[in-house]
């Protein structure tokens, strides 16, 4: 074990050109990114706790209130309750004042299940299959993980979708200010990948004629048709099931083909085979919209991006981050002319690239 030696006081001219490594050499570094590692596992269980005991939607109804009213009302015990309200405080994720606790407008937006950017059903699903971070160590040895979403895509992706649908349309809507697409009142979309088809809906609330072909899995789709009608854009949707590596797609034939948060479980060969079959399938001057996590070139400055790539990793067969440069380069080969990323809201980001006339 390396000693611990006693150590001077850092002073300004502690730098690294002429003393070598603060931290290393002179102090030691705090151990908090370790602690919070270890405290992100009890954060993520408090907010699916309070989350499946219904705590934000209730303290929405009763307002301000103190742990006994707040507990006779949930049935549960009050002192463990208390507990948890405290850490949910302690998270940033509800307000307290004395013994009074209240929404703050995070848990108002995000937590409720009605609230206005509401991720209260995305919690539960988005880290993936629990068991399978339990097992990351064996997944980065075998090279796979033990039990894939793949083996049964639709159980999974139908609880994602619907929890990342607020979200993503949400993301859609705001993507009109970037790309206009509700100039062109009779676009036609091809959206593979669709889930609930937040994208589809967007375009086709805004276009008046507009129709799109809505593809996912056969399962998947029924969320598709019940989203779908409930926006009132059902009857201008083709739904076509199926998988999006070897599905019937015309040539030709649309304004606008989406690929939203569908390459990064391809593999390199999967996402870039996807870009080439969106190229064939738009008209020239058509554009394609591919909307995922992306990392840099030195896969560090997009901390979301990169865990994102690791969720993806720790139960996917084949998933990955997908850097700029890469999907740059595989628009860029299909064929594709003037790319350009957009983020129409905060941490969602859009290529967008346009198929040249000749
Ligand atoms: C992360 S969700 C994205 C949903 C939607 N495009 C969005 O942006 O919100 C990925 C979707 O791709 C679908 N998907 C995955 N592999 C597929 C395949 N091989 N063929 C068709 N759909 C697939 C999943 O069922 C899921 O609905």
Redesign the pocket.
Do not use: S
């Given at each position: 074990m390396a000693s611990d030696t006693p150590y001077p006081e850092l002073k300004k001219t502690h730098t690294m050109a002429h003393k070598g490594r603060p931290w290393t050499d002179y102090k030691p570094p705090p151990a908090a990114p370790v602690w919070s590692v270890i405290e992100g596992l009890g954060s993520y269980y408090i907010l699916l706790a309070a989350l499946e005991l219904n705590v934000f939607d209730t303290l929405e109804s009763t307002g301000p209130v103190g742990v006994d009213i707040l507990a006779r009302k949930l049935d549960v015990s009050e002192p463990h309750l208390q507990s948890l309200l405290d850490s949910l405080v302690a998270l940033g994720l509800l307000d307290q004042f004395v013994n009074i606790y209240e929404l703050n407008d995070t848990a108002e937006r995000y937590l409720t299940s009605d609230g206005a950017a509401s991720m209260s059903d995305l919690v539960p699903v988005a880290p993936g299959p629990h068991n399978n971070w339990l097992s990351l160590a064996e997944t980065i040895k075998n090279g796979k993980p033990g039990d894939p979403i793949d083996n049964d895509?639709a159980s999974f992706?139908i609880p994602?979708?619907e929890g990342?649908f607020t979200t993503?349309l949400r993301t859609a809507i705001r993507s009109d200010l970037k790309i206009r697409y509700s100039a062109s009142p009779d676009l036609k979309v091809l959206d593979l990948?669709?889930?609930g088809a937040?994208?589809s809906i967007a375009f086709l609330s805004a276009c008046p004629e507009a129709t799109s072909v809505v593809?996912?899995?056969a399962e998947?789709l029924e969320v598709a048709k019940r989203k779908t009608v409930e926006h009132e854009v059902f009857d201008r949707c083709e739904f076509r099931p199926g998988?999006?590596?070897d599905i019937e797609i015309e040539s030709n034939s649309y304004d606008l083909v989406v690929l939203?948060?569908?390459c990064r479980?391809e593999g390199e060969e999967g996402a870039a085979n996807l870009i080439d079959r969106a190229f064939l399938a738009l008209k020239p001057g058509g554009r394609i919209l591919v909307?995922d996590y992306f990392i840099d070139l030195e896969r560090k400055f997009n901390p979301h991006g990169v865990l994102m790539g690791m969720t993806m990793m720790a139960s996917t067969i084949n998933g990955f981050q997908i850097s700029n440069e890469q999907v740059s380069l595989w628009l860029r080969e299909s064929g594709f002319e003037s790319l350009r990323l957009v983020e129409p809201i905060g941490f969602q980001f859009v290529y967008v690239a346009v198929k040249p006339f000749n």
């Open positions: 895509p992706y994602l979708v990342t993503m990948g669709a889930g937040p994208w593809n996912d899995f998947v998988n999006f590596q939203g948060h569908v479980t909307a």
